[in-house]
């Protein structure tokens, strides 16, 4: 006879995400499985803090148990997660919106401060953009999500959504071209 470990890997998604919706723990169990490393990394990308990432992601995967009975196509769990996903990180910032900017860092700032030679990480950048810029970078470019899908799981309007991108991306490009030019000065 097959064991639930056995059986649950081999089933496709929508399958997994029917049985879950009917209280089956172990069929949630395997959709945690699947989908935790993408919800901690998103969730990682939004904050850049491991430690609070994988706790925003428990209250991700929470929220979906309490709340997947509601889901109305099994195919549709994906998106839905992202959603979830946004909503939880969204709520966190609500939270704590006094200690937002606090520690904040311009580029240029962060640039004066690190030793000549040091290589920027991507993330380290994303950090240092606002919240929503963040935000919305994260799930286009990221996640693959379009603008309106953004507006859509963010409740941003779909204008502001593009503006995000774009001023975020623009952030982005000027920090790490400073980078590029540095290693071409490096190596002529």
């Known amino acids: 006879m097959l064991k639930a470990?056995?059986?649950?890997?081999?089933c496709?998604?929508?399958?997994?995400?029917?049985?879950a919706r009917t209280g089956d723990r172990k069929a949630f169990e395997e959709l945690v499985r699947r989908r935790q490393s993408s919800v901690r990394n998103l969730m990682r990308r939004f904050c850049g803090d491991y430690t609070l990432a994988d706790d925003?992601?428990?209250?991700?995967?929470?929220?979906?148990?309490?709340n997947i009975?509601?889901?109305k196509k099994a195919g549709a769990f994906s998106a839905w997660l992202r959603r979830v996903a946004v909503s939880?990180?969204?709520l966190h910032l609500r939270k704590h919106d006094a200690l937002r900017g606090a520690v904040?860092?311009?580029g240029h700032e962060r640039s004066r401060s690190e030793p000549a030679g040091m290589v920027l990480d991507l993330d380290r950048t994303?950090?240092?953009?606002?919240?929503?810029?963040?935000m919305c970078l994260v799930l286009n470019?990221?996640?693959?999500?379009?603008?309106?899908?953004?507006a859509a799981a963010t409740g941003l309007p779909l204008g502001t959504v593009k503006s995000n991108i774009r001023r975020g991306a623009g952030q982005l490009q000027q920090a790490l071209s400073a980078y590029g030019e540095s290693s071409e000065v490096d190596a002529s």
């Open 12 to 19: 496709p998604e929508a399958y997994v995400v029917s049985l």
């Open 5 to 10: 470990q056995d059986f649950y890997p081999q």
């Open 104 to 106: 904040k860092m311009s």
């Open 69 to 71: 009975r509601k889901l």
């Open 56 to 66: 925003l992601a428990q209250q991700v995967f929470l929220k979906v148990w309490l």
């Open 126 to 134: 994303l950090a240092q953009l606002d919240e929503p810029d963040r």
């Open 88 to 90: 939880v990180w969204l």
């Open 141 to 150: 470019y990221h996640e693959g999500m379009s603008h309106r899908e953004i």
